[in-house]
């Protein structure tokens, strides 16, 4: 009976946090950097530790092969400036920001 109740409660927490992890994502956005002045792995790995610090910030990707860096974040945290602001703060240069709505309406 023990074993039946722990699965059942295991189950249920299971669906919740699935729950959870489906309103999260509903209300996220990728945000796409182009950046001028990265050349190696060391510039990739600032990258990815200013950005990794950062409230709001859910999932970081940096690309040195395309010269992108890809943020999954809130739906409006942090803003465009202050991703912005870091990449400059990383010694870096944003070129373009490209803003996508992941929202499920």
Do not use: W
Not at 42 to 62: G, P, T
Not at 72 to 86: F, G, L, R, Y
């Amino acid at each position: 009976m023990k074993t039946f109740l722990t699965v059942i409660m295991f189950s249920a927490l299971l669906i919740v946090q699935a729950g959870l992890l489906i309103v999260q994502t509903a209300q996220a956005r990728t945000v796409e950097v182009e950046v001028y002045g990265m050349t190696c792995a060391f510039c990739v790995d600032s990258l990815e530790r200013k950005f990794a610090n950062m409230e709001s910030i859910s999932q970081v990707d940096v690309s040195l092969k395309h010269k992108k860096v890809r943020l999954v974040t809130d739906e409006t945290m942090p803003s465009i400036e202050t991703i912005k602001q870091a990449v400059l703060d990383a010694g870096f240069t944003p070129v373009k920001v490209t803003v996508q709505s992941n929202s499920k309406e």
